[in-house]
């Protein structure tokens, strides 16, 4: 028997071959040489693992056709967006695998407005001359807060380097053992602290910090006084923290900065959106006395990925100044969305019912059983077979790892399959649906399903529960 690799055409006669001259017509050379190699190799490659089963039977279809058809199929998954809407119907509001917060109407029509135009993103139209790109969020920021100055910047790490290595380059960073998180996503303090060029200077305990702590480990050296936000746990116990307003009363006494990475930009009356009343808004820590506080753009604050720095004008400005400043800078897609985000605000019930973020986790545990029950009649009535459970949702995101938000979960019942399988089903179906699973089956909370998404939700539900199609008469059943 001849060996089957050898009937496989070399690389220049399949790239002379009439199957493959569309191709080379349509797509830059190299990039169809170099697929058409890729595609050579793992035909030689399923070749020399088949050597020693049955040759593949002759379809007809000749070896140029046949790999000019694999190409064409890899050209298509190229043309597929990798990046795409799912539905989350796990009620976590922050996940910050689907892309933390979904934006606000107002703020998807403010990118659009600007994304395929020039705009006067560094230019001053009333001085006809180089502008700059920090003063279209300032102003907001500034009066939402109340502090004297405001940056943005690419993220709340971004935001954490800037600050640590404008105030504490080679110097030392004070900080709670306490509060040296890791955040996810592998934002690590003690890893972000040593990145920035400052020296961290641990104080303290896990559970427990004073006042003197700190006051004992302030010197020559030290560059700020560091305070974070747990973010995303809970220790209780016999644990005692110095608060903010406690650091920063030191922090001016030695003339020494605090800065306060307060994890998630908090604009709002946590109460009004099921968090504890202890939940610092960003004001409430500059009330406190804190220099300077960073938070993300994307948690509670319902905005772009981006990172707010808001504080001392002294401390801001040299931030600005900073040459790191250049490489954390936002676009314009960033400051349009964060802008129009931070115009709801300026009325708070407006951001309350339009910033999609405050509007899940302000929505009660009796709403989401009412659209529950419409829901499960509409799930009934296409056979699926559904039962309401209490349970809570979780803000998420590292953002009050405390807080429990009542729901009303639908338990999907398909007898037919395991809870993983139809997981799996809702996961890879044309609509990507990503759920939970509770006691073993799975489990949709409609807090974080926009309303406008039902309709795809329950079809896909229903593609997802549909017995399998019977199998196609004369294709051989493969044993598994
Ligand atoms: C989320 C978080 C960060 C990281 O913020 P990104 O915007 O994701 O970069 C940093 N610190 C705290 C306390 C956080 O909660």
Redesign the pocket.
């Known amino acids: 028997m001849t060996d089957p690799r050898r009937s496989i055409p070399s690389l220049d006669r399949l790239l002379s071959s009439a199957a493959f001259a569309p191709l080379l017509a349509d797509y830059p050379r190299e990039m169809i040489r170099s697929m058409a190699r890729t595609e050579l190799d793992r035909r030689r490659a399923k070749l020399a693992a088949e050597a020693t089963s049955d040759s593949p039977t002759d379809s007809g279809v000749s070896q140029e056709e046949a790999l000019a058809g694999t190409v064409y199929a890899r050209l298509a998954a190229l043309q597929d967006d990798t990046l795409r809407h799912v539905i989350n119907a796990t009620g976590v509001v922050l996940h910050?695998n689907l892309g933390r917060a979904p934006l606000a109407a107002a703020a998807v029509d403010a990118m659009r407005r600007v994304a395929g135009a020039y705009t006067n993103l560094e230019y001053d139209t009333d001085a006809g001359a180089r502008g700059s790109r920090y003063v279209h969020c300032r102003d907001l920021l500034v009066q939402l807060t109340g502090a004297e100055d405001a940056l943005v910047v690419n993220?709340?790490?971004?935001?954490?380097v800037l600050a640590l290595n404008t105030l504490a380059l080679g110097k030392e960073a004070v900080i709670s053992r306490g509060e040296l998180?890791e955040?996810?996503?592998a934002?690590r303090?003690p890893e972000i602290m040593a990145r920035s060029g400052a020296v961290l200077r641990e104080v303290g305990s896990t559970n427990r910090t004073h006042p003197a702590d700190y006051e004992a480990a302030i010197g020559e050296d030290t560059g700020v006084l560091l305070k974070?936000?747990?973010?995303?746990f809970t220790i209780s116990g016999y644990v005692a923290q110095v608060t903010a307003r406690e650091l920063a009363d030191l922090g001016r006494r030695v003339g020494v900065p605090v800065v306060y990475?307060?994890?998630?930009g908090l604009f709002v009356d946590p109460t009004l959106i099921g968090l504890s009343a202890d939940e610092p808004t960003a004001r409430a820590s500059l009330d406190d006395g804190v220099a300077v506080v960073?938070m993300?753009?994307?948690?509670l604050c319902g905005g772009p990925?981006?990172?707010l720095i808001v504080g001392d004008a002294v401390h801001i400005d040299a931030m600005r100044r900073n040459p790191l400043c250049r490489a954390l800078r936002v676009d314009k897609l960033t400051l349009a969305a964060l802008a129009a985000t931070l115009r709801l605000y300026l009325r708070p019930d407006q951001a309350l019912r339009q910033i999609p973020v405050l509007r899940m986790l302000a929505t009660t545990r009796a709403q989401i059983d009412a659209r529950a029950a419409a829901f499960a009649t509409e799930c009934e009535a296409a056979g699926i077979g559904v039962e309401r459970v209490e349970n809570s949702s979780a803000v998420g995101?590292?953002?009050s790892p405390g807080a429990s938000l009542p729901t009303v979960l639908l338990l999907i019942a398909d007898r037919t399959r395991t809870a993983a399988e139809l997981d799996r089903r809702l996961r890879t179906g044309r609509t990507t649906v990503v759920a939970r699973i509770v006691d073993d089956r799975v489990a949709i909370d409609l807090r974080t399903v926009e309303p406008a998404d039902q309709a795809a939700l329950l079809q896909a539900l229903r593609e997802a529960c549909a017995p399998e199609p019977a199998p196609v008469p004369s294709t051989p059943v493969s044993a598994q």
Do not use: E, L, R, Y
Request: proline share 3%; aromatic share 4%.
């Open positions: 910050t993220n709340n790490a971004a935001a954490v998180v955040i996810g996503g934002f303090v974070v936000h747990p973010s995303n990475d307060a994890g998630s960073t993300s753009g994307d948690k990925q981006c990172g995101g590292g953002a």
